[in-house]
């Protein structure tokens, strides 16, 4: 059983000027000690996706179709009290700016004391060693001495490695991480992806890995979900989906990272833009961008559809014949 | 830390040594003082020994450091109206506003926070609401309206409280009358203590709203949201700790000006203070009334900076780091 | 440049969004009717009443104390009652208004054109021209305006004869406020300059060796004008509060034309021997207007400045 299972889950924002459908109907699952990198553009409702599983929509989004399922429990519409014993507990979240998301106010001691006190019961001695322990794990050294320090005192890589100390505090089954490199070096990055490799392996944690960034995804992900305009365009094993993309979208993606050793005049890009989501083209979204594209994805959005046996999918048109996920 | 309460200090003398010679300058060379002060058939002998007592005659820095020599001994020179020593006035009068300011300062600051909390932390509760409509209502009403407001329901309908007046007051050791040890002292304060506070009042809730919501949205409460802590010690641990920075310096400012507003609900009152005092002053063009007045407020402000810059200190780590190096 | 940044302000104002808004805001569009009404009862005073409260050649003793037309003894003649000179309080209140929104504009204007200048130039220049305005800023700001305001108008008193002080009261109050509230224009322009100067169009206009003044004309100001003029609307409701009041302390205009404040000072005297009216409507007025005008302003920053909170 997969830790996560999310199917066909919609994520609409009532607006005066309409309903904005910002997730339609999309579908993916996170096996223990696997990484499951989710790329796509600003905007295409990844980081959504996200904040949905851990019930933190800002309103007015919310779900309104679909189930969420963590280790087969439905905590799609959990009311908030029940939603905040799973958050920080069963669930580890991991936001994009370390030098933003501790509060500069209090020791990085208190801020892991506490979240480990508001879920476990222990005594205020035993969550301080458990404290240290997560440091120790996250690779902060002197974790002893550094656990009277502030967040000021720490540079932007050790404070991400704080964060993820905080989201592990209680052995969650889920780590949600949401573009944990972007604000970072380049040398640092390639620290914390390894640190979220090692405890996805060792631990058996289930990782949903937000990113836009190709690079983190090819270094760390075991499968990978292509996200375009809200719908997911193609999931399937990382190699696979890196080597031989299915979905246009997908290859054009591809085809617009640099290689070295290509010798390339110039960079092959996808024209236009990502539409916006009040202008969203009827049928398949990338319709308009797309040089293949058939007279049926003007007018029906394509289901996802087996490319292969080994396990990738994409919802395009081009393979009609192959299976259909349903 | 020593350093930094000496540099803090130091800046504080500068500012009152700035202010001390803006009013020495502003009120010993803008219009002639002994023609405010004598009357109109007075002989321009007596006005020349007059003039020759205050030393008004004296070059200007001779008076300049004077004015220092003596401010700073309490000797603010003598009242051309009253012509009585200023800082007799002064020390009769600043009782009535120091205890009228203290009470007004305690209503602003727990019903400010109280309401600042409700309203930012439930936004969208009907009671919010009407708190932040009521307040900008009381933004709209000039103090001196609501003080004849509260005047004319519980003075002249109601006849619960009285007009006008401190009531009672017992004097104690030091030469400072008290109003706060007697019955109808109490009943006196607290008409004019409300009408004082209300404005600090709806200024100090709003800044706490808007700061908590800005808190709110910041990274580390959804962080501290998404690791499952209670509502209670993200509102008031996190949120609240970090709106604290801002609401202590609008909350010390406001406080500052509830010295300088007391002026309209002492006149309004006829409260026994020093603002009634610096009204009058103002009138009659009593020159070394107001001078002292001026210096004094001035002395408040550097006071209640210095103890806001101490308590940023208490709050903010990033702060005390700074200041180590 | 400047064609651009005027063309997407009013892109800005003319938005449906804003529309919607202000429509779906009733308290805003009573207000602005409240506020449109109260202009053109101040402003066409002498159209609207045939009464000349304050030319003391009219003045009718014999109609003294007469409260409003509908309490006994009330006449219809005197809407809202006579004060104690036999004048119609309705009238009063009207020119009034008409002292105390002179006064408010006057003065914000006063104030807008020193703070916007200083603000850019220090947000502009930066460094220590930056340091040594918003310094003195900062020391002006922890005053009380309504106290800055107290002494210019003490130390006029103290250097202008009565007489000469009563003609050049208004002035005196106009340049009092308007020097007073300076600094919190000077603040938000500053920090808007700020932001701009980085900008690259700014350094194209440098690179053309553009003179400093126009860039800050016609291209810094445009930009930063936006946020400041919406508070500069809740400052004239600020103003219009400064004025009454020293006008209710008896330092600011003086009763042969009185404001707002004036009459309400002139009334509360009153109060106690039962003469309610006198006073109860021209403080019923201040209050609406300057709580209309709170209103507007509240609703034109959250509107067009959320952040502006």
């Given at each position: 059983?997969?830790?996560?299972?999310?199917?066909?889950?919609?994520?609409?924002?009532?607006?005066?000027?309409?309903?904005?459908?910002?997730?339609?109907?999309?579908?993916?699952?996170?096996?223990?000690?696997?990484?499951?990198?989710?790329?796509?553009?600003?905007?295409?409702?990844?980081?959504?996706?996200?904040?949905?599983?851990?019930?933190?929509?800002?309103?007015?989004?919310?779900?309104?179709?679909?189930?969420?399922?963590?280790?087969?429990?439905?905590?799609?519409?959990?009311?908030?009290?029940?939603?905040?014993?799973?958050?920080?507990?069963?669930?580890?979240?991991?936001?994009?700016?370390?030098?933003?998301?501790?509060?500069?106010?209090?020791?990085?001691?208190?801020?892991?004391?506490?979240?480990?006190?508001?879920?476990?019961?222990?005594?205020?001695?035993?969550?301080?060693?458990?404290?240290?322990?997560?440091?120790?794990?996250?690779?902060?050294?002197?974790?002893?001495?550094?656990?009277?320090?502030?967040?000021?005192?720490?540079?932007?890589?050790?404070?991400?490695?704080?964060?993820?100390?905080?989201?592990?505090?209680?052995?969650?089954?889920?780590?949600?991480?949401?573009?944990?490199?972007?604000?970072?070096?380049?040398?640092?990055?390639?620290?914390?992806?390894?640190?979220?490799?090692?405890?996805?392996?060792?631990?058996?944690?289930?990782?949903?890995?937000?990113?836009?960034?190709?690079?983190?995804?090819?270094?760390?992900?075991?499968?990978?979900?292509?996200?375009?305009?809200?719908?997911?365009?193609?999931?399937?094993?990382?190699?696979?989906?890196?080597?031989?993309?299915?979905?246009?979208?997908?290859?054009?993606?591809?085809?617009?990272?640099?290689?070295?050793?290509?010798?390339?005049?110039?960079?092959?890009?996808?024209?236009?833009?990502?539409?916006?989501?009040?202008?969203?083209?009827?049928?398949?979204?990338?319709?308009?961008?797309?040089?293949?594209?058939?007279?049926?994805?003007?007018?029906?959005?394509?289901?996802?559809?087996?490319?292969?046996?080994?396990?990738?999918?994409?919802?395009?048109?081009?393979?009609?014949?192959?299976?259909?996920?349903? | 830390?020593?350093?930094?309460?000496?540099?803090?200090?130091?800046?504080?003398?500068?500012?009152?040594?700035?202010?001390?010679?803006?009013?020495?300058?502003?009120?010993?060379?803008?219009?002639?003082?002994?023609?405010?002060?004598?009357?109109?058939?007075?002989?321009?002998?007596?006005?020349?020994?007059?003039?020759?007592?205050?030393?008004?005659?004296?070059?200007?820095?001779?008076?300049?450091?004077?004015?220092?020599?003596?401010?700073?001994?309490?000797?603010?020179?003598?009242?051309?109206?009253?012509?009585?020593?200023?800082?007799?006035?002064?020390?009769?009068?600043?009782?009535?506003?120091?205890?009228?300011?203290?009470?007004?300062?305690?209503?602003?600051?727990?019903?400010?926070?109280?309401?600042?909390?409700?309203?930012?932390?439930?936004?969208?509760?009907?009671?919010?609401?009407?708190?932040?409509?009521?307040?900008?209502?009381?933004?709209?009403?000039?103090?001196?309206?609501?003080?004849?407001l509260l005047i004319y329901i519980f003075a002249v309908k109601l006849n619960w409280l009285p007009s006008f007046g401190r009531g009672e007051v017992v004097d104690l050791k030091g030469g400072w009358s008290t109003g706060l040890l007697t019955v109808s002292?109490?009943?006196?304060?607290?008409?004019?203590?409300?009408?004082?506070?209300?404005?600090?009042?709806?200024?100090?809730?709003?800044?706490?709203?808007?700061?908590?919501?800005?808190?709110?949205?910041?990274?580390?409460?959804?962080?501290?949201?998404?690791?499952?802590?209670?509502?209670?010690?993200?509102?008031?641990?996190?949120?609240?700790?970090?709106?604290?920075?801002?609401?202590?310096?609008?909350?010390?400012?406001?406080?500052?000006?509830?010295?300088?507003?007391?002026?309209?609900?002492?006149?309004?009152?006829?409260?026994?203070?020093?603002?009634?005092?610096?009204?009058?002053?103002?009138?009659?063009?009593?020159?070394?009334?107001?001078?002292?007045?001026?210096?004094?407020?001035?002395?408040?402000?550097?006071?209640?900076?210095?103890?806001?810059?101490?308590?940023?200190?208490?709050?903010?780590?990033?702060?005390?780091?700074?200041?180590?190096? | 440049?400047?064609?651009?940044?005027?063309?997407?302000?009013?892109?800005?104002?003319?938005?449906?969004?804003?529309?919607?808004?202000?429509?779906?805001?009733?308290?805003?569009?009573?207000?602005?009717?409240?506020?449109?009404?109260?202009?053109?009862?101040?402003?066409?005073?002498?159209?609207?009443?045939?009464?000349?409260?304050?030319?003391?050649?009219?003045?009718?003793?014999?109609?003294?104390?007469?409260?409003?037309?509908?309490?006994?003894?009330?006449?219809?003649?005197?809407?809202?009652?006579?004060?104690?000179?036999?004048?119609?309080?309705?009238?009063?209140?009207?020119?009034?208004?008409?002292?105390?929104?002179?006064?408010?504009?006057?003065?914000?204007?006063?104030?807008?054109?020193?703070?916007?200048?200083?603000?850019?130039?220090?947000?502009?220049?930066?460094?220590?021209?930056?340091?040594?305005?918003?310094?003195?800023?900062?020391?002006?700001?922890?005053?009380?305006?309504?106290?800055?305001?107290?002494?210019?108008?003490?130390?006029?008193?103290?250097?202008?004869?009565?007489?000469?002080?009563?003609?050049?009261?208004?002035?005196?109050?106009?340049?009092?406020?308007?020097?007073?509230?300076?600094?919190?224009?000077?603040?938000?322009?500053?920090?808007?300059?700020?932001?701009?100067?980085?900008?690259?169009?700014?350094?194209?206009?440098?690179?053309?060796?553009?003179?400093?003044?126009?860039?800050?004309?016609?291209?810094?100001?445009?930009?930063?004008?936006?946020?400041?003029?919406?508070?500069?609307?809740?400052?004239?409701?600020?103003?219009?509060?400064?004025?009454?009041?020293?006008?209710?302390?008896?330092?600011?205009?003086?009763?042969?034309?009185?404001?707002?404040?004036?009459?309400?000072?002139?009334?509360?005297?009153?109060?106690?021997?039962?003469?309610?009216?006198?006073?109860?409507?021209?403080?019923?007025?201040?209050?609406?207007?300057v709580l209309s005008v709170n209103l507007i302003g509240d609703w034109l920053r959250d509107t067009f400045n959320p952040k502006l909170r």
């Amino acid at each position: 059983m997969a830790v996560i299972d999310i199917s066909n889950i919609s994520i609409e924002f009532p607006t005066r000027r309409g309903v904005l459908t910002a997730v339609e109907n999309l579908s993916l699952s996170i096996e223990a000690g696997e990484i499951l990198g989710v790329v796509g553009e600003s905007g295409a409702g990844k980081s959504l996706t996200g904040n949905a599983i851990v019930g933190l929509l800002e309103p007015p989004g919310h779900v309104t179709a679909g189930t969420i399922l963590l280790n087969g429990r439905d905590i799609t519409h959990l009311p908030e009290s029940e939603m905040r014993k799973i958050r920080g507990a069963k669930i580890g979240v991991i936001f994009q700016d370390p030098l933003t998301s501790l509060d500069p106010l209090y020791t990085i001691g208190r801020q892991l004391t506490q979240t480990i006190l508001t879920h476990k019961k222990m005594s205020h001695a035993e969550a301080k060693a458990r404290a240290i322990e997560l440091l120790n794990e996250v690779g902060i050294p002197a974790p002893e001495q550094r656990f009277d320090a502030f967040p000021h005192e720490f540079s932007g890589g050790m404070r991400q490695r704080v964060v993820i100390a905080l989201a592990l505090c209680c052995d969650p089954c889920l780590i949600i991480a949401d573009e944990p490199t972007t604000a970072l070096d380049v040398s640092v990055q390639a620290q914390i992806i390894d640190l979220l490799k090692n405890l996805s392996r060792e631990k058996g944690v289930a990782t949903m890995l937000v990113t836009h960034d190709m690079g983190v995804i090819a270094e760390a992900a075991d499968r990978v979900a292509v996200i375009y305009s809200g719908r997911l365009a193609e999931i399937g094993d990382v190699r696979s989906v890196i080597d031989a993309p299915k979905h246009p979208y997908t290859r054009g993606l591809m085809d617009s990272i640099p290689q070295i050793g290509q010798n390339l005049k110039t960079l092959p890009n996808i024209i236009g833009a990502m539409p916006r989501l009040d202008a969203r083209p009827e049928g398949c979204a990338f319709n308009p961008r797309c040089a293949k594209s058939k007279s049926i994805c003007r007018q029906q959005t394509a289901p996802l559809i087996e490319t292969g046996s080994d396990g990738q999918w994409a919802a395009c048109w081009a393979y009609e014949g192959g299976n259909k996920y349903v | 830390m020593a350093n930094f309460i000496l540099y803090r200090l130091f800046q504080s003398a500068i500012v009152m040594l700035i202010v001390a010679l803006i009013s020495f300058f502003l009120f010993n060379f803008v219009g002639d003082p002994i023609s405010n002060m004598v009357g109109q058939e007075t002989t321009v002998k007596d006005m020349d020994e007059l003039r020759q007592r205050l030393g008004l005659n004296d070059p200007v820095i001779v008076q300049f450091g004077r004015f220092i020599v003596d401010a700073l001994q309490g000797d603010f020179g003598i009242s051309y109206r009253l012509q009585r020593p200023v800082e007799e006035l002064i020390a009769e009068r600043m009782p009535a506003t120091l205890e009228l300011v203290f009470v007004s300062a305690i209503i602003a600051i727990g019903l400010g926070v109280a309401g600042g909390l409700f309203t930012g932390l439930k936004r969208s509760h009907w009671f919010s609401k009407f708190i932040l409509t009521t307040s900008l209502v009381g933004i709209s009403l000039p103090t001196f309206i609501i003080g004849i407001l509260l005047i004319y329901i519980f003075a002249v309908k109601l006849n619960w409280l009285p007009s006008f007046g401190r009531g009672e007051v017992v004097d104690l050791k030091g030469g400072w009358s008290t109003g706060l040890l007697t019955v109808s002292g109490w009943k006196a304060i607290i008409l004019p203590s409300i009408t004082l506070a209300l404005y600090q009042t709806t200024l100090i809730l709003r800044i706490i709203r808007s700061e908590l919501l800005e808190v709110m949205r910041t990274d580390f409460i959804k962080f501290a949201r998404a690791r499952g802590l209670k509502s209670r010690d993200i509102n008031y641990g996190h949120a609240l700790k970090n709106t604290l920075v801002p609401v202590i310096t609008v909350t010390g400012l406001q406080i500052g000006s509830l010295i300088a507003f007391s002026i309209v609900t002492e006149t309004v009152f006829q409260w026994p203070g020093m603002g009634a005092l610096f009204i009058q002053a103002v009138q009659f063009a009593d020159v070394p009334v107001m001078s002292a007045y001026l210096i004094l407020v001035a002395l408040f402000f550097v006071v209640i900076n210095l103890i806001v810059d101490l308590l940023y200190f208490v709050v903010d780590p990033r702060l005390r780091a700074e200041i180590k190096n | 440049m400047k064609d651009v940044s005027i063309s997407k302000w009013w892109a800005g104002v003319s938005d449906h969004d804003v529309t919607y808004s202000f429509l779906h805001s009733p308290v805003t569009i009573v207000a602005t009717v409240a506020t449109i009404l109260m202009f053109a009862a101040a402003f066409g005073a002498s159209f609207l009443t045939i009464y000349t409260p304050f030319d003391p050649g009219s003045l009718e003793l014999r109609e003294a104390f007469m409260p409003p037309a509908w309490e006994q003894g009330g006449n219809s003649e005197h809407l809202l009652g006579t004060d104690g000179q036999g004048r119609d309080i309705l009238a009063a209140i009207m020119y009034g208004t008409q002292v105390s929104l002179v006064v408010g504009i006057l003065s914000v204007l006063l104030s807008v054109s020193i703070g916007i200048p200083l603000g850019i130039i220090a947000g502009y220049y930066g460094g220590w021209v930056d340091t040594a305005i918003m310094r003195f800023a900062d020391i002006q700001l922890t005053i009380p305006p309504i106290l800055i305001a107290l002494m210019i108008d003490g130390i006029t008193r103290t250097t202008l004869s009565s007489e000469v002080h009563e003609i050049v009261a208004i002035p005196v109050l106009i340049i009092s406020i308007g020097v007073a509230s300076w600094p919190q224009y000077a603040r938000i322009t500053r920090s808007g300059a700020m932001v701009e100067r980085r900008k690259d169009y700014i350094a194209a206009a440098k690179l053309i060796q553009t003179p400093t003044a126009a860039i800050m004309v016609r291209h810094v100001l445009p930009n930063v004008i936006g946020p400041t003029l919406i508070v500069a609307t809740i400052g004239v409701a600020v103003a219009i509060i400064i004025e009454a009041t020293l006008s209710f302390l008896g330092v600011g205009i003086p009763s042969t034309t009185p404001s707002l404040g004036t009459l309400i000072r002139i009334g509360n005297s009153f109060l106690f021997s039962g003469e309610w009216w006198i006073t109860f409507f021209p403080a019923f007025t201040l209050v609406i207007l300057v709580l209309s005008v709170n209103l507007i302003g509240d609703w034109l920053r959250d509107t067009f400045n959320p952040k502006l909170r």
